[in-house]
Every structure is written in structure tokens, then in C-alpha cells.
């Protein structure tokens, strides 16, 4: 045992430092001799030789050390910015519920809208968002002042500030069917440009920083916005029962993102930024052609291609009856607005718990399990509108309202969860420089099968004569739902069984030994450099 060797916290000054001539028998059985190629003596003896850990060795070269703590600080600053930019822009992305229950509403009570007509206007509304591959091919090929993701935000969040806003301020905008049209399409393109560009940064900066699962994150912070837009939005309508100040307040909201994200220097992040020569040589085309025939390939991989057919067609074979649900609970049962906000509230803490449990626990489990015990709980789920509708719930003693409250957004949080195992899997797995290409193909295939469920939904509900004065036939399009989601379980083998895995920087390339060294202290003397490792292994010779 080696007593202490510096006081004070100085690493270099040494308590007891004497050289003389060693006994025949020394009195410190446990001291042994160091020789030093300097000293003519080899049998001198150094007491209490000075000893330092890894961190108490003098830096070799202190501009190298400056430089890795400026990058360090750098990078922290990159992650604080990070969060803010994308943890606030998931937000209001969650929030959108807000504007759009009071939407829902305004075409329901307002504009008396059959339910065919309304979810007609929900799903065609959503065709800016199949054309995502788009944004994404143009987000990563196409620089805007060298940034290709944080212009494309901005560009986004304009476009939903002209369309609530235009909603909220012009009275004729909301009151027509084709400028409301307008107004939807406008606010859809922007918020799919959004969508795409941050999915794209949020790829990209995790494969850059060796960060897994800021997806995560991402549904977190859409959690916690959806949470709050749908408690608000029941609130203002309870209160006002007038769509037009939801539509102001968001249009507030989306003013404050698109400040944010103009104030925020995309270099600031730590992405690798493109030298002006490959700007000025490659032209637009050059660069949106290459771009697609690296998504060309990337989407030819079957861990890839697999995995997304099945998500699109899980989705594209049940028929959507969103629209005839919420007609049914606000002109049948009478349900308030605000109670159906709460409900959707309630699907939000859900899908933040769920959240948390997965990024948690989930990560370890087999992801093919994982989804197929997912997708049985949806089709168990739309089941419960068929108890509503058939008002089992009075029988077993449970308004209506309570009922609406705790069970209406169970199947749409579940749809919502099922996405974002997905997410994880083709944020690894997309290729350098890829991120936005791929991200927003998988964004545009799930929203183009929504529509085309949405579609079935109201091909479904003229099929079986549902109008808002006739509800009779609900219950069969609600079983019809039922035994088309457990369709997709025939095809689950299509599904990776493992789960993606980031290899962190710092461990790649290390050899156990050089792990083990680096633990190891050094002794010092001079220019004399001896491992204690290897003199405590002769000390027990």
C-alpha cells in the first residue's frame, strides 16, 4: 500500500521526497526500488515516488486540450438549442388539436356538415402531406444560405400563420366551403414542410451527436402539446362557442415558433456544413436527381422496405369513421364540445405515459411483439364506440359523458404510439445525408394511408346509409373496423424482431486493453513514465 503522495491539491509537489543509500534489509518491506536511466546509481532508492491519476497529468499539448473544451462547450450549447428549437416546435405541432377542434366543431354546429362531408373535408385536406417525399428530396439537396433545415421550418410555420390567421381575422374565409378548403389545403402544406424538416433535423442530429431516441423526445413534447390544445380547446368552446379566438391564439403561437426558429443559426447545432465550392459546382438538379437515387436505394433495402409496407397498409386497410363518430356524439347523445376535448386530453396523457414506459423499457423488447401486441389493442379499442353507440355503458351504469371522456381517444393515442417504434427504426437506419428523404417518404406513405382509410371510412358510411339524422348502421361499420385491423397481423413477420442500436463514438475502435490503460495512473519523475499497474504486480513478486 502506497501512502498518499500530494497535499493541498497540488499534483506535483510531493509530501516526503529524500534520495539516499537502501539497508541490506530495507524497514518497507512493500517499497521497492525504481531505477532511473538518468541516475548513475542504480541502487537508489526514490521514497515516495509522485504518483497522479489520468486527470492530474499535465496536458501534452494545451492547444489540442482548448480546442476539445471548445468543442465540448459547443456542443452542449448545440443540444440546449436543439431541444428548444424542435421541443417547441413539437409542441405546437401537438397543439394543432387546439384549432382543429374548434374547426370540427364550426363545420359540425355551425355550418351543418353531414358527417361524409366533414370527414370529405378532414382527409382531402390532408393531400399536401402525401407529397411529403418532396420537401424532404428539396430539404436535403436543396441549401437556403447554407441551412437545409431550419429555412425550411420557417418557410412551414409562414404558410400556418396565413392560414389560421386568414381563418381567424376574415370572416368570409370561414363561413364558405371553398376558402375554407383554401384554408385548410394552405395550412396542411405548411405544417407537412414543418413535419418534414424537423423529422429530418431530429435524424440527423442524433446520428451526428450518437443520440438514440430523440424521437422520444419528440413524442413527448407532441404529447404534452396535445394535451393542453385539446383541454383548451374544450374550455374555449364551452365558453365562447366561437371558433374564431382558437384560431387568433394559434396564430399567436405559430408567430412565436417561426421567431424562434429565425433566430436560430442552423452552424449553431454542430451539422456539418457544405463548403462553398460543392454549392457553386453542383447545380439543383444535379442535386435533387442524386438525392433521389439515394432514397431510390436506401428504400431498396428490405430492413427498410419491409417494415414500411406493413405500417402503410396496417393503416390503409381499416376504414376511418372519425367523422360519423363525432357527429354521432355531438347531435345524438349531445355530448358538450368540451367533454370530447377532455377526451382527447385523456389520449394524450395516455400516449405520454406510453411514451415514457417505451423509451424507458421498450427499447429492449422484440419489436415485432411489440407491434403485434399494439396493433391487437387498436382493433380491441374500436370496439369501445361500438359500447357507446350501443349505450352498453347506461346498462353498466356509466354516463355517456364519462364514458366519451375516458375511452373516445384510446384508439386514435394507440394509432399515434404505433408510429413511433417506426420512427426510431428509420431514423438509424437512414443513410448520411438521407435523413430528410427518408423521413419524409415514411411521413407521406402513413398520411396517404390515413387518407386512403378516410376514404374507406366514408365509402363505408354512404354504403351502409349513415346520414346525421340516421345512426342505425353504425354499429356494423364499427365491427367492420374491428375485423379489418387485425388484418394486418397475417404479415407481422414483415416486422424486424430486434430493435435499432446506435454504437456510441467513445467506444467504437477501443480494444479492451486500451480501455483498461486508460484507467490505469501513471508515475512521474522526470521524464520517467512507469504504469502502477505494472509496480504493483512486481511489488507482489
Known amino acids: 500500500m502506497i501512502n498518499p503522495l500530494v497535499s493541498n491539491g497540488i499534483p506535483l509537489i510531493p509530501q516526503v521526497l529524500a534520495?539516499?543509500?537502501?539497508?541490506q534489509r530495507p524497514s518497507f518491506p512493500l517499497l521497492r526500488s525504481i531505477r532511473c536511466s538518468n541516475n548513475p546509481n542504480p541502487k537508489t532508492l526514490i521514497i515516495n515516488p509522485i504518483r497522479t491519476n489520468p486527470d492530474e497529468v499535465p496536458p501534452i499539448n494545451s492547444k489540442k486540450n482548448k480546442a476539445y473544451e471548445e468543442r465540448k462547450g459547443f456542443s452542449q450549447l448545440g443540444i440546449r438549442k436543439m431541444l428548444v428549437l424542435c421541443g417547441f416546435g413539437y409542441w405546437v405541432q401537438g397543439f394543432r388539436g387546439f384549432p382543429w377542434l374548434g374547426l370540427n366543431f364550426h363545420m359540425a354546429n355551425n355550418l351543418n356538415f353531414d358527417p361524409s362531408t366533414l370527414q370529405l373535408v378532414q382527409n382531402t385536406g390532408n393531400l399536401p402531406m402525401v407529397?411529403?417525399?418532396?420537401y424532404g428530396i428539396l430539404s436535403d439537396a436543396l441549401y437556403i444560405g447554407r441551412a437545409h433545415r431550419i429555412p425550411y421550418i420557417c418557410i412551414g410555420v409562414l404558410l400556418q400563420v396565413l392560414s389560421w390567421g386568414s381563418l381567424a381575422l376574415i370572416p368570409f374565409a370561414r363561413e364558405a366551403l371553398p376558402t375554407l378548403m383554401g384554408c385548410v389545403l394552405l395550412s396542411n402544406l405548411g405544417a407537412s414542410i414543418t413535419e418534414v424538416a424537423k423529422d429530418a433535423l431530429v435524424a440527423e442530429y442524433g446520428q451526428k451527436q450518437k443520440i438514440n431516441g430523440l424521437q422520444s423526445y419528440a413524442f413527448m413534447a407532441l404529447a404534452a402539446g396535445g394535451i393542453l390544445g385539446n383541454l383548451l380547446g374544450g374550455f374555449f368552446l364551452l365558453k365562447t362557442q366561437e371558433?374564431?379566438?382558437?384560431?387568433?391564439?394559434?396564430?399567436l403561437l405559430l408567430a412565436l415558433q417561426f421567431a424562434i426558429s429565425l433566430a436560430t443559426r442552423e452552424d449553431s447545432l454542430g451539422l456539418p456544413q457544405p463548403s462553398p465550392n460543392s454549392l457553386e459546382k453542383r447545380s439543383i438538379s444535379v442535386s435533387i436527381r442524386k438525392q433521389y437515387s439515394d432514397l431510390l436505394m436506401a428504400i431498396s433495402d428490405e430492413s427498410i422496405s419491409r417494415p414500411l409496407i406493413w405500417i402503410v397498409v396496417s393503416i390503409a386497410t381499416v376504414p376511418i369513421l372519425s367523422g360519423s363518430i363525432f357527429c354521432y356524439q355531438i347531435q345524438c347523445l349531445h355530448v358538450d364540445p368540451s367533454i370530447i376535448g377532455m377526451s382527447r386530453v385523456t389520449g394524450q396523457l395516455m400516449l405520454l405515459v406510453i411514451t415514457l414506459l417505451y423509451d424507458r423499457f421498450g427499447k429492449t423488447v422484440s419489436m415485432r411483439k411489440l407491434i403485434g401486441l399494439v396493433q391487437i389493442l387498436y382493433a380491441a379499442s374500436l370496439l369501445l364506440d361500438l359500447v357507446l353507440v350501443k349505450q352498453i355503458n347506461l346498462k353498466l351504469g356509466i354516463p355517456n359523458w364519462v364514458f366519451a371522456l375516458c375511452f373516445s381517444g384510446v384508439a386514435e393515442t394507440i394509432t399515434q404510439f404505433k408510429l413511433l417504434p417506426f420512427q426510431v427504426l428509420f431514423a438509424s437506419l437512414a443513410p448520411p445525408g438521407c435523413e430528410g428523404s427518408l423521413a419524409s417518404l415514411l411521413a407521406s406513405a402513413l398520411c396517404l394511408a390515413s387518407i386512403v382509410g378516410g376514404f374507406l371510412g366514408v365509402g363505408l358510411s354512404s354504403l351502409l346509409g349513415t346520414t346525421s339524422g340516421d345512426y342505425a348502421s353504425l354499429p356494423v361499420g364499427i365491427v367492420v373496423q374491428f375485423l379489418a385491423a387485425l388484418v394486418p397481423l397475417?404479415?407481422?413477420?414483415?416486422?424486424?424482431?430486434s430493435q435499432p442500436v446506435v454504437e456510441t463514438e467513445n467506444n467504437r475502435g477501443k480494444s479492451k486493453r486500451t480501455r483498461r490503460k486508460r484507467r490505469v495512473g501513471r508515475v512521474v519523475f522526470a521524464s520517467v513514465y512507469d504504469y502502477r499497474r505494472e509496480r504493483e504486480s512486481e511489488l507482489h513478486k
Open 19 to 23: 534520495i539516499q543509500n537502501p539497508p
Open 131 to 134: 407529397i411529403k417525399p418532396l
Open 243 to 251: 371558433p374564431k379566438s382558437i384560431f387568433l391564439i394559434f396564430t
Open 490 to 497: 397475417g404479415w407481422i413477420y414483415h416486422v424486424s424482431s
